[in-house]
């Protein structure tokens, strides 16, 4: 048996940790020392070495994408395919035991999953159900109270008021809410996991069942599972010490949604016979890189506490980049991945920007298309999400179940169709009357000559649509979406439309229609029993809407969110906007749990980088719709200045007249000269440059920070020596 392709390329740590015999594991090591790769050569051991066969193994990544790179990892090592494992997300995985356990789970044949979109609308048709005002009870706060709920494993049922009233009402719009979703068959992400826990821990059956058949249990990125995971995990593995989790709770950055980083410290007390493997090597990222990573890092008083060190060299400085705006930042950027490219020869997609909020990337994609840079956006609005692919699958999920609220209301105005706001009123009353769902509420109506004659018309001719269409599923998927889009003319309508993205949108309904084929075409053989292929695609859909990109070959400069870049790696990084208030974001800044969280986040997006990081910040912004002068993060004060590069970059491009720098200024400000600004209060003056009305002056401020101001406007003074 060969097995060199398994372990020769592991050093003797990590060769421990995948050739270990059975028990539970728990490798803990920092970012960029092979945990990831240390899962995939795991599996190939199980199966090649040990005998398991492929169905036996259950391994947990954190995104889908991550999932059909592992997977695909594993046949290239293992040189064979290896369906019937399972691999995928947490969600993805309770989707696919619930398909299969829809009757022990008390969920219809094809229930429909919500995503986080449709449950905004639900929740906030909830509150109208139960006469609450939005202004008081914000459908925000309300669905982050269910979803905290679902992910701590609680029904209404398990809480308690507590003598709250505003938790009263809580508990009260989380009822309301999930008896709406159980009349319309609707699942939403919490759910997912919550019923799929549920139907394990209470039917023996089905519990042995998965116990048995799972021998093996891997998880990727561990710290950032939540309480209902933990619990999930828990029940599927049994007493049967199979766990092979790896994580780092230097990496924890979900604890705004639940993830609890001390499942690591639950997992070494829950049991007590596990073996902690540590992996301190670095393979990632240059010794620079490493080092200010690991002083950023350091700042941070709850850790478990490892060091990683690495045996390539020192490499490049990491660079730091003080913009005078967010507009210089971008070009500063732009221009550094120009020369990347041209000069150092990298392609455009080991390039990476990554920022802390998803509003940062529009500039730097403005700079990109002038700069003829072709780029791709991670974490933007996805496919799935746009409002026309929405549209068309609130048709595709009536055709699969007409009991689902959220597609009908979507669906039965778009295009308009001439009904107004007091039939659909009318609707939603009788189906909230009757605990009946709008579609049946809809039948009943017209079979009762209820309505007007122009509403029950154009009614009548909605409910026909659906019906000619759930008449014949037997179809390819691909003919049903495109029959769909002749019958309910969604591209004329977008064509017709005022926006000028109407061939746009268009396109992208046509695309629909491929990618449902090529859904079709790769699944036939997985999900053979998929009775119900429809529901499999509409499931695949809203589970894909947190990621992917439409295309994903293209060789784009790549651009993300710091949080979706977690287990990625570049060979050139530019963190961005490190400024207080944008990062660490203005939220966290009162918390130091949440600021520490950031300061995690940080580290995730430094740790990325493999031979270059850059790390900017603006010293003017545009921020809610503000000019704002914001400080540089805390977190570059944060980082050593030794192996840390001060870089003047392009400036001179958003700059009007560059020459004449370092020497006097128009007005007899001199070099290194004490002034008074009247909002910044005190300073010395570190550079000029340019003449008369576009003359500025770069001021190292005592309280603000340095920035660069144009001296019109300024308003400088010279300071008492
Ligand atoms: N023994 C090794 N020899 C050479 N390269 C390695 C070795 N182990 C890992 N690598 C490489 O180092 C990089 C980081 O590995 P990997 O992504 O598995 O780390 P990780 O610990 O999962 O990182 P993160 O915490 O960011 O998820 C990858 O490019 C991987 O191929
Ligand atoms: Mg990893």
Same mark, same amino acid.
């Given at each position: ?11 003797? @740590? ?49 995104? =889908? ?92 049922? %398990?809480?308690? !008021? ?11 719009? $989380? ?32 519990? %042995? &069942? $998965? ?14 599972? =939540? ?42 007390? !829950?049991?007590? =016979? ?23 890092? *350091? ?22 980049? @003080? ?6 930042? @971008? ?33 730097? /994609?403005?700079?990109?298309? &002038?700069?003829?840079? #072709? ?30 609220? *959220? ?25 909230? *009357? ?34 000619? &269409? ?12 495109? !029959? ?19 061939? !746009?949108?268009? /396109? ?16 036939? /053989? ?25 295309? #994903?070959?293209?060789?784009?400069? &790549? ?5 979706? @870049? ?18 660490? %974001? ?10 520490? /969280? ?15 990081? $850059?790390?900017? %910040? ?10 704002? $002068? ?83 406007? *300024? ?7």
């Amino acid at each position: 048996m060969d097995i060199s392709e398994i372990i020769d390329p592991l050093n003797p @740590a990590q060769r421990e940790a995948v050739t270990a015999e059975s028990g539970n594991r728990l490798v803990l090591a920092g970012a960029g020392s092979g945990k990831t790769r240390v899962l995939v050569h795991r599996v190939a051991w199980l199966i090649r070495v040990e005998q398991a066969p492929p169905w036996a193994i259950l391994a947990v990544t954190f995104t =889908n994408k991550a999932a059909r790179e592992m997977k695909a990892r594993i046949e290239e090592i293992l040189a064979t395919p290896i369906g019937g494992m399972w691999v995928g997300t947490f969600h993805g995985l309770a989707n696919r035991f619930l398909r299969a356990h829809w009757q022990e789970a008390g969920l219809p044949h094809s229930f429909q999953i919500l995503d986080a979109d449709d449950q905004y609308r639900l929740i906030r048709r909830t509150l109208k159900a139960l006469e609450l005002d939005e202004a008081r009870w914000p459908p925000r706060r309300a669905m982050g109270f269910v979803n905290q709920c679902k992910d701590e494993g609680l029904r209404p049922r %398990h809480l308690d !008021d507590e003598g709250d009233p505003y938790r009263k009402r809580m508990i009260a719009i $989380y009822r309301e809410y999930q008896s709406a979703c159980e009349r319309g068959g609707l699942v939403d992400f919490g759910e997912l996991l919550l019923r799929a826990h549920e139907v394990l821990r209470e039917q023996a059956a089905v519990r %042995h &069942q $998965y116990q048995e058949r799972f021998a093996h249990i891997l998880v990727d990125e561990f710290q950032d599972t =939540n309480a209902i995971q933990y619990a999930w995990l828990r029940l599927l593995s049994g007493d049967h010490d199979n766990l092979f989790l790896v994580g780092d709770d230097d990496q924890s950055i979900y604890g705004w949604r639940g993830a609890r980083v001390e499942n690591i410290q639950s997992f070494q007390k !829950d049991y007590a =016979n596990t073996t902690v493997v540590r992996l301190e090597q670095n393979y990632r990222s240059t010794g620079n890189i490493l080092t200010v990573a690991n002083a950023l890092i *350091a700042h941070n008083p709850s850790r478990l506490g490892k060091r990683l060190w690495t045996n390539d060299g020192a490499g490049e400085p990491v660079r730091q980049f @003080a913009a005078f705006n967010e507009l210089d930042e @971008a070009r500063f950027v732009i221009e550094r991945i120009r020369q990347h490219i041209q000069v150092d020869g990298y392609r455009r997609d080991e390039c990476a920007i990554l920022y802390r909020t998803t509003a940062q990337s529009r500039l730097f /994609e403005e700079v990109l298309i &002038q700069a003829e840079i #072709p780029y791709r956006v991670y974490g933007g609005l996805r496919f799935f999400e746009r409002a026309e692919i929405r549209d068309a699958l609130a048709y595709l999920r009536l055709v699969a179940n007409p009991d689902d609220d *959220a597609a009908f209301e979507r669906a039965v105005n778009t295009p308009p169709r001439g009904l107004g706001p007091r039939t659909l009123d009318l609707l939603r009353d009788q189906a909230r *009357a009757a605990g009946t769902s709008l579609w049946r509420a809809a039948r009943d109506q017209l079979e009762r000559e209820a309505l007007a004659p122009r509403a029950a018309k154009a009614l009548r001719a909605f409910v026909a649509l659906i019906e000619q &269409q759930r008449a014949r599923s037997d179809r390819p998927l691909a003919a049903l979406a495109a !029959d769909l889009l002749v019958a309910t003319d969604l591209p004329g309508f977008y064509l017709k439309g005022k926006d000028d993205r109407g061939q !746009d949108r268009v /396109e992208n309904l046509e695309q629909l229609v491929d990618t449902v084929a090529r859904f079709e075409a790769e699944t036939s /053989e997985d999900e053979g029993d998929a009775g119900d292929r429809l529901a499999s695609f509409l499931a695949h859909a809203a589970l894909e809407a947190g990621e992917a990109q439409a295309d #994903p070959d293209a060789d784009g400069v &790549q651009l993300m969110t710091l949080h979706s @870049a977690k287990g990625l790696e570049f060979p050139i990084v530019f963190l961005v906007g490190l400024e207080e208030r944008l990062f660490p %974001h203005s939220l966290s800044l009162d918390d130091p749990r949440r600021l520490e /969280e950031e300061r995690r986040l940080c580290y995730v997006g430094m740790t990325r980088a493999m031979h270059q990081l $850059y790390l900017t %910040h603006a010293e003017k912004r545009h921020l809610h719709g503000k000019e704002t $002068y914001p400080q540089p993060s805390r977190f570059l004060r944060e980082m050593p200045t030794e192996p840390v590069e001060s870089v003047r970059g392009s400036r001179a491009q958003s700059r009007p007249t560059p020459q004449r720098h370092g020497q006097e200024a128009d007005d007899g400000l001199r070099l290194g000269q004490r002034v008074c600004h009247p909002t910044f209060g005190e300073g010395v003056v570190l550079d000029c440059e340019g003449r008369g009305a576009s003359a500025r002056v770069q001021v190292n401020f005592a309280d603000a920070g340095t920035k660069w101001l144009v001296l019109a406007y *300024a308003k400088l003074a010279p300071a008492a020596q």
